[in-house]
T-cell receptor, first 111, second 115 residues
């Protein structure tokens, strides 16, 4: 059974203090690993797709990396508007959009 | 371009009742998935529809059902509601089926409270 574990559950940083969020996964036949951002009261918003080990994607202050067992979301010099829950998900199997999500990391950036 | 629209946004039901939630995907999107989000279990896959056919189903009891119409709009139904069904129900659309882009477009959800 596909599983995703995210750590830490919650992270509080000062503005400008860089850090990383971890996503460990087990999946048979990884078709893709995905990062989403969710703000309170909203649905998740897509950030990145990673397909193979060694791949990296960047968007503004966020950078996602992938190994064979885990993914990291690096946040460089974060701002208060980066505060959100960050969700990691994997997709396996054939012919389906089904995603298996982790529990998320709740990130708070203090000004 | 309008996003994914879910109705109603909030609703309160009592145990034993049934509920129907509606989802209008982004125009041109033919795949619609439903997820349940709770504080304890996180986001869990319910089912996926493409071209009016259920293509995949998660590990939920038969009380949870859904359908998709020819215009790609989707509904999900929960019968004989239980307290544990209280959750945020999220609908997500995608233009494709079977392509691992992972880019699902989520609505804001329907928050169901069962008393």
């Amino acid at each position: 059974e596909d599983q995703v574990t995210q750590s830490p559950e919650a992270l509080r940083l000062q503005e400008g203090e860089s850090s990383s969020l971890n996503c460990s996964y087990t999946v048979s036949g990884l078709r893709g690993l995905f990062w989403y951002r969710q703000d309170p009261g909203k649905g998740p918003e897509f950030l990145f797709t990673l397909y193979s080990a060694g791949e990296e994607k960047e968007k503004e202050r966020l950078k996602a990396t992938l190994t064979k067992k885990e993914s990291f979301l690096h946040i460089t010099a974060p701002k208060p508007e980066d505060s959100a829950t960050y969700l990691c998900a994997v997709q396996g199997g054939q012919g389906a959009q089904k995603l298996v999500f982790g529990q998320g990391t709740r990130l708070t950036i203090n000004p | 371009k309008a996003g994914v629209t879910q109705t109603p946004r909030y609703l309160i039901k009592t145990r034993g009742q049934q509920v129907t939630l509606s989802c209008s995907p982004i125009s041109g999107h033919r795949s619609v998935s439903w997820y349940q989000q709770t504080p304890g279990q996180g986001l869990q896959f319910l089912f996926e529809y493409f071209s009016e056919t259920q293509r995949n189903k998660g590990n939920f009891p038969g009380r949870f059902s859904g359908r998709q119409f020819s215009n790609s709009r989707s509904e999900m139904n929960v019968s004989t509601l239980e307290l544990g069904d209280s959750a945020l129900y999220l609908c997500a659309s995608s233009p494709f089926f079977g392509v691992s882009t992972g880019e699902l477009f989520f609505g804001e959800g329907s928050r169901l409270t069962v008393l």
